[in-house]
C-alpha cells in the first residue's frame, strides 16, 4: 500500500483478497459437503451395486476394478473431507491477513479437481486469484 493511502482503500490487503477467500471458501464448503455425503453412502445405493457386480455379461476384470474402486470411495472421501477442512481453515486465516503459507496452501489445495469434487472451475479460478493476490509483496507484508 502506498504511504499516505486510506487503510479501507482499492490496495488495501484485505479487500484484495476478500473475493478470492470467498471463492476458496465456498468451493472448500462443497467440497465438504459432497465427500461428507461420499463418506456417510460409501459405495452408493447397496442394491444397485449388487446388481451390477451381479451381472454375469460384466467381465471378471470389470467386477475386480469396481469392487476395489467401490471399497475405495469411504476412505478417498475422508481424506478429501480432511483437505477442504484445511482449505476452509486457510481461506478463514486469508481473510484475517494471518499464516501466510497456509493462506497460499488453501489456495493451492482448491485448484486439485480430485478433492474439491464438482467445482474444479470455480476452485481453479479462485485459487489462481488468490494466489496472484497472495505474491504482491504489499499483500505478502500485511501477513502477521
Known amino acids: 500500500m502506498p504511504p499516505g493511502a486510506p487503510p479501507g482503500g482499492p490496495g488495501n490487503p484485505a479487500d484484495l483478497l476478500n473475493i478470492?477467500?470467498?471463492?476458496?471458501l465456498s468451493v472448500a464448503g462443497l467440497g465438504v459437503m459432497a465427500q461428507l455425503y461420499g463418506a456417510i453412502m460409501g459405495g452408493g445405493n447397496d442394491e444397485q451395486v449388487a446388481k451390477m457386480l451381479s451381472d454375469?455379461?460384466?467381465?471378471?476384470g470389470a467386477r475386480s476394478f469396481l469392487s476395489a474402486a467401490?471399497?475405495?470411495?469411504?476412505?478417498?472421501?475422508i481424506v478429501s473431507l480432511l483437505i477442504n477442512g484445511l482449505a476452509i481453515y486457510g481461506g478463514i486465516q486469508m481473510r484475517q491477513l494471518k499464516m501466510f503459507g497456509l493462506a497460499v496452501t488453501s489456495a493451492i489445495l482448491v485448484m486439485i479437481p480430485c478433492f474439491t469434487s464438482c467445482c474444479c472451475i470455480?476452485?481453479?479460478?479462485?485459487?489462481?486469484w488468490a494466489l496472484v493476490v497472495l505474491m504482491k509483496p504489499e499483500v505478502k507484508s500485511a501477513f502477521t
Open 70 to 77: 467401490l471399497g475405495a470411495q469411504r476412505p478417498f472421501a
Open 122 to 128: 470455480p476452485g481453479l479460478v479462485g485459487g489462481i
Open 20 to 24: 478470492p477467500s470467498i471463492i476458496i
Open 56 to 60: 454375469p455379461n460384466l467381465p471378471a
